[in-house]
């Protein structure tokens, strides 16, 4: 069971893939809108450029959420990443350009781009209200919470899309109507607490992909193992992610395969959805970094 996991050197970088679904009529009308442009100074261009991204095709997007409030990312594919967070990178260098005798691929950074351990973390769904879906969520949490046996647990909670603003939560999982080509969008980790975000996309022809108890718990899995750091196990498969392995954000979890080509992983990005699991990889690279704690 080879399997490529890494993390993503940058705290503040968000990925996604795959895709989920939902009952339409309770969506709030403003999670329908992605407003999108693709003109950007030196400074956006240069910084893109350490994140793998690739200038001809990234765009800039905002996302408005449940209770209308919004927020702006650069999206190239399946990858994106906070506007207002872009300037930070300005002092970093890429990897290319950092002493080597750092033996970096020895190392994980995870203070930079981990949740913090030993804890539970509440994440909200908000409108997921179909059968297959609450029970392809009970499955991801116990699978979660029992296979990895990890420091960090979750705990699930059910709520309406007008509860979004009000509702505290560690993560959300909500709805957008359009996100381009991606049918789901995931935040990394960042300020020592997993990513924030998960949005999914209710376009008919992709909740066609994910329309069963399977499929539904292999999309939330991968999502949430984004939001706990992981990137995809093949992502050899994906150019712009090639360049950032080469040049700049992804680390090898020690113990895991190197390839970047493993499909069996539940991290895999170009398979489609199915009735997988976690795999011994998967497990690996979870207690790696978050500690394992049997129950």
Same mark, same amino acid.
């Given at each position: 069971?080879?399997?490529?996991?890494? =993390?993503?050197? %940058?705290?503040?970088?968000?990925?996604? %893939?795959?895709?989920?679904?939902?009952?339409?009529?309770? %969506?709030?009308?403003?999670? =329908?809108?992605?407003?999108?442009?693709?003109?950007f100074s030196?400074?956006?261009?240069?910084?893109?450029e350490?994140?793998?991204?690739?200038?001809?095709?990234?765009?800039?997007?905002?996302?408005?959420?449940?209770?209308?409030?919004?927020?702006?990312?650069? !999206?190239?594919?399946d990858?994106?990443?906070?506007? #207002?967070?872009?300037?930070?990178?300005?002092a970093?260098?890429?990897?290319?350009?950092?002493?080597?005798?750092?033996?970096?691929?020895?190392?994980?950074?995870?203070?930079? #781009?981990?949740?913090?351990?030993?804890?539970?973390?509440?994440?909200?769904?908000?409108?997921? #209200?179909?059968?297959y $879906?609450? $029970?392809?969520?009970?499955?991801?949490?116990?699978?979660?919470?029992?296979?990895?046996?990890?420091s !960090?647990?979750?705990?699930?909670?059910?709520?309406?899309?007008?509860?979004?603003? =009000?509702?505290?939560?560690?993560?959300?999982?909500?709805?957008?109507?359009?996100? &381009?080509?991606?049918?789901?969008?995931?935040?990394?980790? %960042?300020?020592?607490?997993?990513?924030?975000?998960?949005? !999914?996309?209710?376009?008919?022809?992709?909740?066609? =992909?994910?329309?069963? !108890?399977?499929?539904?718990?292999?999309?939330?899995?991968?999502?949430?193992?984004?939001?706990? &750091?992981?990137?995809?196990?093949?992502?050899?498969?994906?150019?712009?992610?090639?360049?950032?392995?080469?040049?700049? &954000?992804?680390?090898?979890?020690?113990?895991?395969?190197?390839?970047?080509l493993?499909?069996?992983?539940?991290?895999?990005?170009?398979?489609?959805? &199915?009735?997988?699991?976690?795999?011994? $990889?998967?497990?690996v690279?979870?207690?790696?970094?978050?500690?394992?704690?049997?129950?």
């Amino acid at each position: 069971m080879n399997f490529f996991l890494k =993390t993503v050197l %940058i705290s503040l970088s968000v990925m996604s %893939i795959f895709s989920c679904e939902k009952d339409n009529s309770n %969506i709030a009308e403003g999670a =329908t809108e992605v407003k999108n442009e693709n003109v950007f100074s030196n400074r956006e261009q240069a910084n893109l450029e350490k994140l793998g991204f690739d200038l001809t095709t990234t765009i800039k997007s905002t996302i408005t959420f449940p209770d209308n409030s919004t927020k702006e990312y650069y !999206v190239d594919g399946d990858t994106k990443f906070p506007v #207002n967070e872009l300037s930070k990178l300005d002092a970093i260098l890429p990897l290319t350009e950092i002493d080597a005798s750092t033996e970096l691929n020895e190392k994980l950074f995870s203070a930079l #781009n981990l949740a913090g351990g030993n804890r539970v973390y509440t994440i909200a769904f908000f409108d997921f #209200n179909q059968q297959y $879906q609450r $029970q392809a969520i009970g499955q991801t949490i116990w699978a979660f919470n029992t296979i990895l046996d990890t420091s !960090v647990q979750l705990k699930a909670v059910f709520a309406n899309g007008n509860q979004f603003g =009000t509702l505290k939560r560690d993560i959300s999982v909500s709805y957008v109507y359009d996100i &381009g080509p991606a049918k789901a969008i995931a935040d990394f980790p %960042i300020n020592n607490m997993p990513g924030k975000n998960i949005v !999914v996309s209710y376009k008919p022809d992709i909740v066609a =992909t994910y329309n069963t !108890v399977g499929k539904f718990r292999n999309l939330m899995m991968h999502e949430i193992g984004h939001t706990f &750091g992981l990137v995809h196990s093949d992502y050899k498969a994906f150019p712009a992610e090639v360049t950032e392995a080469e040049g700049f &954000g992804i680390k090898h979890i020690p113990g895991t395969d190197d390839s970047g080509l493993d499909l069996n992983s539940i991290m895999s990005g170009s398979l489609e959805l &199915g009735d997988r699991w976690y795999t011994n $990889q998967d497990i690996v690279a979870m207690r790696y970094l978050y500690g394992y704690v049997p129950r």
